[in-house]
């Protein structure tokens, strides 16, 4: 066989060069677009904190990106040893000792005695017989009976109020007791003030029984103990029984209500912290069930009829409330696709929500109570339209990626979602402009939940199921007293004192 000539050698040589390098650049081209794909998977996983995504601040940890360096301790956390802010909430390094709050088997305790001589001394005396009703002004006293009630004085000290009753026979031979005021009823008692402020310390400050028993020694020299303490978290649950109905009813009727949850650690397990509020009322719940469960046994949402403002939490479509969905969410979220991909139409949408938010006030600084409908219709439009484009384009976006990569399960963006979602809950997403009742955000919400946190931080998690159906009645009743004006003690005092079971609440 004869050699080629040796133009040809070369042709040959450079084609088998371009081919190889072609198929070099495939291939190489196809782990890009797979990198690209992956980067952009993992910056979307990455850079969600509670300014660029719906996840909340409770979430960013210690090394939030904004906020104030030091936290409610007063002490400055190190930012070297959580450079990813990925610590976890902070817990009580206490160990667990296994054991029940309060008083334990076998421990003797300070149990109260009646004192020698009390500040204050109130007589009950027999008038009449309470069965014939004949009188018994004149007759002997048979017997006295007294009853101590111990509540703090001013400083160092303790009161005691002694009550003595008279017991008097009468000729028909019925034995009379002189009545003893309403709650007094043992032989020495703790009295509201005592219980109402074990109440406020544990409940509202957040102190740990010990602590709040420690509180009553050192300041009025009063012995409580950590298990009577944890006794009157009970009595002033048990007291407020028919306030958390009167609650529950009033939020049932109110025009706008507020709806959110957050995880809360009861009894070692994780549980939900479910609130619905509005500007007068809040409802606490604590749940093992983040959904419809919880929401249920709060008994408002299956009857109400008002606007629901909330984070777009599924749960709550399931409800015939006039939805609305949180502004703040969505800025934070658009705010991501921003950071992520410097998307201009997620800022176009930004500036458009925070715009109507501005006219809105306006109108309603000159008294209106809507939108003109004429803006509002125009706002509404091109908030849609450039919602659609955005999710158009993203969609384009993902469809490239999927014929580069040859994959079909390229996953959607997050940035496509947020728009797809905003084109379908645009009336939700909006409807502060039509009724200036309604809040652009739901931070009511989250205000109100705060304090689920904050115990959260302090005591690490509530202890048994019992404690937390303490804590969400005992706050529900706090908490709208506050939004009513009332002093949170002084409410607590009329709940411990309040035999009659009249709420204080809502009495208008
Ligand atoms: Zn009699």
Redesign the pocket.
Known sequence: MSQPAPEFQIIVALLTAVNEQQEQITCLSEQVSKLEAENKELSDRLNTNSRNSSKPPSTDGYAKPSAKKKDSSGTTPDPDSDPKGEKPNPKSLREKSGRKPGGQRGHKGSTLRQVEDPGRTQYHPVID??????SLRSSKIVKLIERQVFEPGRFGHFEVTAHVAEVKK?????V?LGSFPEGVDSHVQYGPATQALAVYLCQYQLVPYKRASQFFLDIYGLEVSPGSICMFQENAYDQLASTEQVIVDALKNAPIAGADETGMRVAGSLWWMHVLRSEKWTLYHLDPSKGHSAIESMGVLLTFAGILVHDHYKAYFRYAALHVLCNAHHLRELQGVVDRDCNHLAVRLQRMLRLAWHLSNGFKKIGMEAMPETIRQRISSLFERTAKRAQAEEAEYMERLRQRRGDDKVRNTKAFNLFKRLVKFKEATLRFMTDFRIPFDNNGSERDIRNGKVKQKISGCIRSKKGAEWYSRIRSYVSSARKQGHNVFEALLIAMKNYSDQPLLGAE
């Open positions: 017989c309470e069965n014939c009703h004949r009468c000729e028909c031979g019925h009379t």
